[in-house]
C-alpha cells in the first residue's frame, strides 16, 4: 500500500538511450512532481502535473518528455540520454496548492555510462 | 522570486547534544515553510510545516522550528539528537497560489556517539 511508487529503484544505461521511469500515487492527490537532486543532493523541480495537465516546466531539455495517462500516474520518458543526467529522480505527489504536503516516492537512481 | 538558503552543508554533533540546522529565506510575499527529512537512500518525508498562526512548530519526534518574518529564518533545532536523527534535512519554502516548493541545498546531520 505504498502511497508513491516509482520504477524502476535503479537504472542503469549508456549515453544515447531512451529510457522511462514510471511513477504512480494511491493518494487520490491532483498534482504530481519530477523532482531532480544531484550529486550534491540539491533538488530541483523539473515538471508538475495537476490533473494530468502541465503546469510547471522548469526549462528543462525537451529530452525530458513527462507523460501522465491519468492523474495518478506520471512518467518520465527521457530521450538521447547524457552523461549529465545521471542523477536520482523523485515523483512527488500532493493537493492542489503549494500549501500542501507533497509526498515523494522512494527516488529512481540513474547511472549513464 | 523565492530562495532558500541553508547556512551550513554538514553539522556532525555528538548523540545527546542539542542541534540547530539554520534556512533564511527571501521573499517578499507571505510564505509558507517546511523542513522535509532524507534518510539515506530514501524519498523525502515532511518533518514540520509553518502555513500560519503560532510562529513555533513542533514535529512528533522531538524537532522544532521557529518562524522569525524579520530575521527571514526558520531554523530547525532539536535539544537532544539521537543516532536515528542521521539524514540530510531540507528546507522549502513556498507562497499562496504558488503550485511548487523551493528547496535549500540542504544540510548533512551527522550523528557521532
Known amino acids: 500500500d505504498t502511497a508513491v511508487s516509482q520504477t524502476p529503484k535503479y537504472l542503469v544505461t549508456q549515453m544515447g538511450n531512451d529510457k522511462s521511469i514510471k511513477c504512480e500515487q494511491n493518494?487520490?492527490?491532483?498534482?504530481m512532481y519530477w523532482y531532480k537532486q544531484d550529486s550534491k543532493k540539491f533538488l530541483k523541480i523539473m515538471f508538475s502535473?495537476?490533473?494530468?495537465?502541465?503546469?510547471i516546466n522548469e526549462t528543462v531539455p525537451n529530452r525530458f518528455s513527462p507523460k501522465s495517462p491519468d492523474k495518478a500516474h506520471l512518467n518520465l520518458h527521457i530521450n538521447s540520454l547524457e552523461l549529465g543526467d545521471s542523477a536520482v529522480y523523485f515523483c512527488?505527489?500532493?493537493?492542489?496548492?503549494?500549501?500542501?504536503?507533497?509526498?515523494f516516492g522512494p527516488g529512481t537512481r540513474l547511472t549513464v555510462t | 522570486a523565492q530562495s532558500v538558503t541553508q547556512l551550513d552543508s554538514q553539522v556532525p554533533v555528538f548523540e545527546e547534544a542539542p542541534v540547530e540546522l539554520r534556512c533564511n529565506y527571501s521573499?517578499?510575499?507571505?510564505?509558507?515553510l517546511f523542513w522535509y527529512v532524507q534518510y539515506p537512500n530514501q524519498g523525502l518525508q515532511l518533518l514540520l510545516k509553518?502555513?500560519?498562526?503560532?510562529?513555533l512548530v513542533e514535529s512528533i519526534n522531538g524537532f522544532e522550528a521557529e518562524f522569525n518574518k524579520s530575521q527571514t529564518s526558520f531554523h530547525l533545532r532539536k535539544p537532544s539528537v539521537h543516532i536515528s536523527d542521521t539524514a540530510e534535512y531540507f528546507c522549502?519554502?513556498?507562497?499562496?497560489?504558488?503550485?511548487?516548493?523551493?528547496f535549500g541545498q540542504g544540510t548533512r546531520l551527522t550523528i557521532n556517539p
Open positions: 512527488a505527489s500532493s493537493p492542489y496548492g503549494g500549501v500542501y504536503e507533497q509526498y
Open positions: 493518494l487520490g492527490h491532483d498534482t
Open positions: 502535473y495537476n490533473n494530468k495537465e502541465l503546469i
Open positions: 521573499s517578499s510575499v507571505s510564505v509558507y
Open positions: 509553518y502555513l500560519s498562526g503560532s510562529t
Open positions: 522549502a519554502v513556498s507562497k499562496e497560489g504558488a503550485q511548487k516548493l523551493v
